[in-house]
């Protein structure tokens, strides 16, 4: 679901005008606005130009020659649509039928019924359009609640007595908080569009953001809720006509309940368009910019929201992936989101023949299954954190099937996989979502101002420490910092300001283990500072040294070097110790 566009701003009060010329159907702002029904529009403008008023002002009125129908004229552009490339097809994907109804009935709902009168000389002054957008905003507002305590009154409440509690839940989710929430917000408002306090109103969005994230709930589970809806009526005839009273009740039959539980999910991807269109017309420049703070913050939340509803479809998918996959134990969703899947060719430096396998890319893991008719067999794991790939060109020279090559290659060098696909695109493919999912892991600017930023879930709202903005979704909203706990978009970790004193109390005594040693300068570390005091020292103590990359798997676990001796094997222990006492003896 994308974030809503289109909306009724100032062009709703165009429409007595377009009326007022006579012989037309009534012309709607919205149809304009959002270039809709054009045979209407072109119909409306050509008898506009015929009129004594047009054509006193040099118009020429149109048509002059009886022509085609509108019909005729549209009719094909869905085989003009057809013959576009497949390529646009993904960027429409979201944009769904049931979105689209839903938007129509919104519409319907928040029609405006008292329009201003247009002014006498035919022009709106920037006062007169701001005086007409704050309406709307109100207007809609008191609409919107006003449908929540219907959808609350004459549906939930007379519903309950058919439906168990878990039933009710279902198909309502949160409404009930949403109507206290817009009950509360609605009041706001209007104390704030009197005009000595109308420079208040950014403050009211502002204060309310954190609290219009509910919204994320409920628009994650309103298409779940509408399908338990539809399968409950047509189960039990009881419920069915109970519905169709409740909605006679409710507004004549006109809305059913289905209808009405899509407009929350629109209402709140609206703010930000009222809002814009509120900003454009604010002559005032200290009221302009703190409106212009009330418009990100909504926007934000409309992402927000987005982010959630997307998330909440990939967890779904996760879980398909989950309970189809057999012999594994562990949860999918703490390695990230799904990249890719398909079909490959792998061998490994045990096994050099090809082998037919099914692979799962996760932002942290790979999976390489065995396919068993519909189900997986799970034959290797690989955590990506001690990956990197390595493009092999030669491989594209034979243009074979499965002749196309890349290798994912364990930091240490002692493990290893050739991957093999069936094209170039293929390859090309998983080498472009593989070094995504090494990106997300090891992402540019993580060590920026002091941090060590890493992937992190976030259980509570969280706000980025460099642009102020919510981070987003349902898991792996964006990054934490293991010293000072500050939370970051991805896209802002350069920006992250450094850390205060009190927050980096750690961060020198294991400066080794957390932040300083990562993939990327691992290697040189250890061989110019560390390796050979540590391969003499092991040797004397009889314990033989470890990998870089061995100790690498500890970063993260190990906090403080007071729990070392609890947390790793004697190899991993004591080179850590060793390396802190190396880099002591350096800082004296």
Request: net charge negative; aromatic share 10%; charged share 35%.
């Given at each position: 679901m994308g974030v809503a566009e289109g909306s009724r701003g100032p062009l709703g009060f165009a429409g007595p005008w377009c009326r007022s010329s006579g012989g037309t159907t009534p012309l709607q702002s919205n149809t304009v606005a959002k270039q809709k029904n054009n045979g209407k529009v072109i119909d409306t403008l050509s008898i506009l130009s015929w009129t004594s008023v047009a054509q006193s002002r040099g118009f020429e009125p149109f048509p002059t020659e009886e022509l085609v129908t509108d019909e005729d004229i549209y009719s094909g552009l869905s085989d003009q649509i057809d013959d576009t490339g497949e390529e646009d097809e993904d960027l429409?994907?979201?944009?769904?039928?049931?979105?689209?109804?839903?938007?129509?009935?919104?519409?319907?709902?928040?029609?405006?019924?008292?329009q201003p009168a247009a002014p006498t000389d035919g022009k709106m002054t920037a006062d007169d359009m701001r005086r007409c957008c704050l309406q709307e905003l109100y207007q809609t507002e008191e609409k919107y609640t006003g449908t929540l305590e219907s959808i609350t009154q004459y549906f939930m409440k007379p519903l309950q007595m058919f439906l168990g509690q878990n039933e009710t839940n279902t198909i309502f989710i949160n409404i009930k908080d949403l109507l206290d929430l817009h009950q509360a917000f609605l009041s706001e408002m209007k104390s704030?569009?009197?005009?000595?306090?109308?420079q208040n109103l950014y403050q009211v969005f502002l204060r309310n953001k954190e609290k219009f994230l509910i919204y994320g709930t409920y628009c994650s589970q309103v298409e779940s809720a509408t399908k338990y809806l539809e399968k409950t009526s047509m189960?039990?005839?009881?419920?069915?006509?109970?519905?169709?009273?409740?909605?006679?009740?409710?507004n004549n039959g006109r809305f059913s309940l289905r209808d009405l539980l899509m407009v929350p999910m629109q209402r709140v991807l609206k703010y930000h368009l009222l809002l814009q269109e509120l900003v454009k017309h604010t002559m005032d420049p200290t009221e302009k910019e703190n409106l212009k703070l009330s418009l990100e913050a909504m926007r934000d939340l409309a992402q927000c929201v987005n982010e959630v509803k997307r998330d909440n479809e990939t967890l779904k998918q996760i879980t398909n992936f989950q309970l189809s996959i057999e012999n594994l134990t562990d949860s999918l969703a703490q390695y990230g989101r799904p990249k890719t899947d398909g079909e490959l060719k792998v061998t490994s430096m045990e096994r050099k023949s090809k082998l037919d396998r099914y692979a799962f890319l996760l932002d942290r893991a790979l999976l390489i299954c065995k396919r068993k008719g519909d189900t997986f067999d799970?034959?290797?794991?690989?955590k990506l954190q001690n990956f990197q790939i390595r493009d092999d060109s030669s491989s594209d020279k034979d243009n074979k099937k499965w002749s196309h090559m890349f290798l994912l290659i364990d930091a240490r060098g002692t493990l290893g996989y050739e991957l093999y696909f069936k094209t170039r695109e293929l390859k090309k493919k998983w080498m472009e979502q593989f070094e995504m999912a090494l990106s997300n892991i090891y992402?540019?600017?993580?060590?920026?101002?002091?941090?060590?930023?890493?992937?992190?879930?976030?259980?509570?709202?969280?706000t980025c420490k460099a642009c102020q903005m919510l981070l987003r979704g349902l898991f792996f909203q964006g990054y934490r910092c293991c010293r000072c706990k500050a939370p970051a978009h991805k896209e802002c970790l350069g920006r992250a300001p450094k850390p205060k004193a009190a927050d980096r109390l750690e961060s020198a005594a294991y400066w080794p283990?957390?932040?300083?040693?990562?993939?990327?300068?691992?290697?040189?570390?250890?061989?110019?500072?560390?390796?050979?005091?540590?391969?003499?020292?092991?040797?004397?103590d009889g314990i033989s040294p470890i990998s870089p990359t061995s100790m690498w798997a500890y970063r993260g676990e190990i906090h403080s070097f007071g729990n070392i001796t609890k947390r790793a094997d004697p190899p991993v222990r004591f080179t850590l110790l060793h390396m802190h006492a190396a880099q002591t003896r350096k800082t004296k």
């Open positions: 429409y994907d979201c944009v769904d039928m049931e979105e689209e109804e839903g938007n129509e009935i919104y519409e319907d709902l928040m029609k405006l019924e008292e704030c569009t009197f005009y000595k306090t109308q189960e039990h005839e009881g419920v069915r006509m109970k519905l169709e009273e409740c909605s006679r009740r409710a799970l034959k290797e794991f690989i992402p540019d600017n993580a060590l920026a101002n002091g941090h060590d930023f890493q992937m992190f879930s976030f259980e509570d709202t969280a283990v957390c932040g300083a040693i990562r993939r990327s300068s691992l290697i040189d570390i250890w061989a110019k500072v560390f390796q050979p005091d540590v391969d003499r020292a092991g040797a004397h």
